[in-house]
């Protein structure tokens, strides 16, 4: 991995673009649909397909991104099985609580985003000695983003939907990607 790390980490820094992109799109669609009162199984069905419109096209003009995320992964496959449990579930975990802590949904959505990502930035660099700072970058600034989602729920409760709400923690989301891949580009 360290002799490509150029390569890989300008490639991730596209895949986070894309992704913050596919999330606002997402996001803003989802708005329209939700305000013209359209079924929620066609809002989900709009989310899968910008989803795959979005990163088809990065995936097609990016050959290399597929083989970056491949070396990636592979590397976290030899991970130790301690290691793997503990990514999965800073991953997985904050997801799987949205159905029992439902109103906290939009919480839980950046606690996933962002304990994921630091989860893997720093098992890839305890076992890989790969510095992937654009993750780490996209991480906290999740995290960081939870308490101003909090206040501004808090704060403007009276004023705010609760649809709102789970929007701008979307938009949340798209931001922390979306630095994220603007500094792996910039990164030398």
């Given at each position: 991995?360290?002799g490509n ?7 991730f ?22 305000t013209h ?61 949205i ?14 985003i ?6 893997t930035?720093f ?31 808090v ?21 922390s ?7 792996a580009?910039?990164?030398?």
């Amino acid at each position: 991995m360290p002799g490509n790390v150029g390569i890989e980490s300008r490639a991730f820094g596209f895949l986070f673009i894309s992704i913050a992109l596919a999330v606002l799109t997402g996001t803003i669609i989802n708005e329209f649909l939700a305000t013209h009162h359209i079924p929620i199984y066609y809002q989900l069905l709009a989310w899968i397909l910008v989803f795959i419109f979005v990163l088809g096209i990065t995936f097609t003009k990016m050959k290399n991104l597929f083989r970056s995320i491949r070396n990636r992964m592979k590397n976290s496959i030899r991970w130790p099985l301690h290691a793997k449990i503990v990514n999965g579930i800073s991953w997985a975990g904050p997801f799987l609580a949205i159905p029992i802590f439902h109103p906290f949904a939009h919480y839980l959505i950046l606690l996933g985003i962002g304990t994921g990502n630091i989860s893997t930035y720093f098992l890839i660099k305890y076992y890989n000695n790969y510095k992937n700072k654009e993750q780490f970058i996209v991480g906290i600034l999740a995290i960081t983003m939870i308490p101003v989602l909090f206040l501004v729920d808090v704060l403007l409760a009276p004023v705010l939907v609760h649809q709102h709400v789970l929007t701008l923690s979307r938009l949340f989301v798209a931001v922390s990607y979306g630095v994220g891949g603007i500094y792996a580009l910039n990164e030398r």
